[in-house]
C-alpha cells in the first residue's frame, strides 16, 4: 500500500471520530474537520483560538456533493466550470435542509465553498461522505502555512495527523467572492479579479448595497508574522529584515527574496515561508520593498497590508 493511501485511511478514521487534521491544498494548508459535525467544528475554533463570529469556508469534492447543502444559480455554475477545481471560495446560500454546522455559518443562513485542486485532498474528499471544515492551519491571526513543517510550528503534537502534500502551490488563501445578491469579491487571492470580471456582467466589486457578510480572513488585523511590518520601504534600516521581489546589486545579510526577477507568482508562493523565517532568525522588524498592484500581486498586497496592521 502506498504511503499517501495509508494516510488517507488513517485521515478518513481520525475525520469520522470527529478530530481535526490538516490538509494540504493549493493555497495554504487547512485544518479540518467534519463539516456536519458541531463537535469536530468547535475543535477547529477551539485549536485556532479563533473567535467564535468567524466564520468557517466549507470544502468540497464536486458539484454533485454541494447540491445538498447549498442553491446555486447560472453565475456560480459559469465561475465553476472557469475556476473549479481552485483557489476560488463562493458564499452562497444554505438550503434549509443543510446539515452544515451551525457553527461554521454563525448561525447564519450563507456559507463560504470551495474545491481545493491539490490531488491529495481531492482524493480524501472523493472517499468521505461530508465536506470538510478547513481554515488555514494556523494560530488565529497569524501567518498561514504553506508546509508540513509550518504545521507542526504552530499546533506541535495536538494534531494527530498531517497530511503532506509538499508545499503549497500558490501560497496564498483563496479568492472570495459572494454570489448572494449582486455578485462582489470579499477578499483576493489565488485567482485575479480581471479574469473574474470577464465572466460576470454585470459585476458590482463595488456595489454599495451588496449585503454585509463576516467570511474567513477579512479583518483588519490578518497574516500576521508578530511583529512591525514596514510597507513600500525603498530600504531597509539597521537590523530591518527587507523583503524584496527583485534581485539588487547590492549583498546584504538582511535582504530575503520572495523572488528575483520580479515574478508576482513566484513572489505570492514564497511570502508566508519567508514572513516565517525572518521571525525564526529573531528580527524585530520587517520591512517590505513596493509589490505591483497587478493580477496576483493584488493579493500578496492585500496580505501585507493586513499583516502590518497594529
Known amino acids: 500500500m502506498k504511503k499517501n493511501d495509508s494516510n488517507i485511511k488513517k485521515a478518513i478514521k481520525y475525520l469520522n471520530n470527529n478530530e481535526c ?3 494540504p491544498t493549493e493555497t495554504v494548508y487547512g485544518l479540518a474537520g467534519n463539516a456536519y459535525s458541531d463537535k469536530a467544528v468547535s475543535r477547529i475554533y477551539k485549536l485556532k483560538k479563533r473567535p467564535s463570529n468567524n466564520p468557517l469556508i ?3 469534492y464536486n458539484l454533485k456533493d454541494l447540491k445538498k447543502d447549498c442553491e446555486i444559480d447560472i453565475t456560480f455554475k459559469r465561475l465553476y466550470k472557469k475556476f473549479c477545481p481552485g483557489p476560488i471560495s463562493f458564499v452562497l446560500k444554505l438550503k434549509k435542509t443543510s446539515r452544515i454546522s451551525k457553527i461554521i455559518t454563525n448561525n447564519s443562513n450563507s456559507i463560504a465553498v470551495r474545491f481545493p485542486s491539490h490531488s491529495l485532498t481531492r482524493k480524501l474528499l472523493k472517499k468521505i461522505n461530508y465536506p470538510l471544515a478547513a481554515p488555514s492551519a494556523n494560530i488565529s491571526s497569524s501567518i498561514s502555512p504553506v508546509s508540513k513543517q509550518d504545521v507542526i510550528d504552530e499546533f506541535g503534537p495536538k494534531l ?6 509538499g508545499s503549497s502551490k500558490i501560497g496564498l488563501e483563496s479568492t472570495i467572492i459572494n454570489l448572494i445578491g449582486k455578485p462582489h469579491i470579499l ?8 479574469s473574474i470580471y470577464k465572466l460576470i456582467s454585470p459585476f458590482e466589486s463595488k456595489n454599495k448595497k451588496k449585503i454585509k457578510i463576516k467570511v474567513p480572513g477579512t479583518s483588519k488585523l ?4 508578530g511583529i512591525p ?7 531597509n534600516y539597521q537590523n ?6 527583485k534581485k539588487r546589486k547590492k549583498l546584504d545579510k538582511n535582504y530575503f527574496y520572495i523572488s528575483k526577477k520580479n515574478n508576482l507568482k513566484e513572489a ?3 511570502l508566508y515561508g519567508t514572513l516565517r523565517i525572518i521571525k525564526k532568525y529573531g528580527y524585530k522588524k520587517i520591512a517590505i520593498e513596493k509589490i505591483p498592484n497587478i493580477n496576483i500581486g493584488e493579493a500578496i498586497n492585500d496580505r501585507i497590508l493586513r499583516a502590518s496592521k497594529k
Open 160 to 165: 494527530k495527523l498531517i497530511l503532506d502534500g
Open 240 to 245: 530591518e529584515a527587507y523583503i524584496l521581489i
Open 222 to 225: 490578518h497574516y500576521s508574522p
Open 187 to 194: 477578499r483576493l487571492g489565488g485567482v485575479n479579479s480581471k
Open 229 to 235: 511590518v514596514r510597507l513600500n520601504a525603498k530600504k
Open 58 to 60: 466549507a470544502h468540497y
Open 268 to 270: 505570492a508562493k514564497n
Open 21 to 23: 487534521i490538516a490538509i
